[in-house]
């Protein structure tokens, strides 16, 4: 990951943080500024993918802002999974310590383990997953970087990747900065199926690899036989930019679109949900991450004890 500064749409401005208490904001005024920064873009994009009657995960900030926004906008039948055990039909809320505390708080249908995989199986869960690696045929890697007996770096593991690519028709992938190390031409460990002979001899169809959002653009993998290809690139951002960014060729289309830009409401919805920029976080890396953690981390530990302290002290 890099830090956001190098990522941020020429001329747009961040989002200032508000009271934790802004994530629970029904309905936010659109202002008529429509400056945005790469996080908020991206999120606009995985909202739109977003659709009908499913259950979707969100694990990520951004994941859950996507989701959060699409079921605000288009897509009103999205049930949105905070966690397991707050259940679904909350509101996503990012944090880095009081998530269980405020999604509890919000009364979410149960739901157990069997329920997300019965949903997998049955094609009725979308993730928004942020993989270490993707590669030129849409695997992907969250498993281990280097060689498999001797990795450099150890990773969370495969988790529920080989059931989703292989059961859903909507597989999606973001990764917030698009580099030689994050966009490769073969992933280092499999962690998830993208296309090639492999695929349809044990597999299919289902599962196979949708779309990949990055900081330069949206991307799919209907270049030829099936390798990367460009959907359309985010402004400002020019082919050079993305063969100078990637290892392999990318199919380009003529002409190459240009990614649609947020909505002031779109902006608004996002702020809202998000006011101490959690969302940030992910284009962070070194000392900006660090010091970004900890901002946030008292910014929380404020919101917890102005919310909490006052019904202690009524007792």
């Known amino acids: 990951m890099s830090d956001r500064s190098s990522q941020e749409r020429p001329g747009t401005t961040a989002a200032a943080g508000g009271p934790l208490g802004a994530s629970t904001q029904l309905s936010p005024t659109p202002t008529k500024d429509t400056s945005y920064t790469m996080d908020e873009l991206m999120i606009t994009v995985m909202a739109r993918q977003l659709h009908g009657e499913v259950l979707v995960s969100s694990v990520t900030a951004l994941g859950a802002l996507a989701a959060h926004l699409a079921k605000r906008t288009h897509a009103p039948d999205l049930a949105v999974l905070s966690t397991p055990e707050s259940g679904m039909e909350v509101a996503p809320i990012p944090t880095l310590t009081l998530g269980q505390f405020l999604t509890d708080a919000q009364q979410g249908i149960p739901l157990t383990m069997e329920d997300i995989f019965d949903a997998i199986f049955l094609d009725r869960f979308r993730i928004w997953i942020n993989p270490a690696q993707v590669d030129r ?173 006052p019904h202690r002290r009524s007792r």
């Open 137 to 309: 045929h849409g695997h992907v890697n969250i498993t281990a970087i280097g060689p498999w007996d001797h990795p450099k770096v150890a990773l969370v593991g495969s988790r529920g990747i080989p059931e989703d690519t292989s059961h859903l028709s909507q597989i999606l992938y973001y990764v917030t900065s698009h580099t030689p190390r994050s966009v490769v031409a073969q992933v280092d460990f499999r962690s998830g199926a993208g296309y090639g002979p492999d695929r349809m001899r044990e597999l299919g169809q289902p599962g196979s690899p949708t779309l990949l959002v990055t900081n330069l653009g949206v991307f799919d993998w209907n270049g030829p036989e099936h390798t990367l290809a460009v959907v359309s690139l985010h402004p400002g951002v020019t082919a050079a930019t993305v063969a100078e960014a990637t290892p392999f060729p990318v199919a380009l289309p003529d002409p190459v679109p240009t990614t649609t830009e947020p909505t002031a409401a779109e902006l608004a919805l996002i702020r809202a949900a998000d006011p101490l920029d959690v969302r940030k976080l992910e284009f962070l890396s070194g000392r900006a991450a660090a010091e970004g953690l900890v901002n946030i981390y008292e910014r929380e530990r404020q919101a917890l004890h102005a919310a909490v302290w």
